[in-house]
């Protein structure tokens, strides 16, 4: 099964324990940013980061 490539904001791929996605904090979800495709999120409007604390 191939995973799809990670976008620059992501700090996990999709799946991985102690991760969730979450809105891009770069484009706030739009999936644009300045008008052209959110490089950050690869204009998905979503981000896969660690969650949970210690």
Same mark, same amino acid.
């Given at each position: 099964m191939?995973? /799809?490539p990670l976008n620059p904001?992501?700090?996990a791929e999709p799946g991985t324990? @102690?991760?969730? /996605?979450d809105v891009c904090?770069?484009?706030d979800g739009s999936g644009t940013?300045? @008008?052209a495709k959110c490089e950050a999120c690869g204009g998905t409007?979503?981000?896969v980061q660690g969650i949970g604390g210690g």
């Open positions: 191939a995973q /799809e904001g992501d700090e324990p @102690g991760s969730g /996605e904090p770069v484009c940013n300045d @008008g409007g979503k981000v």
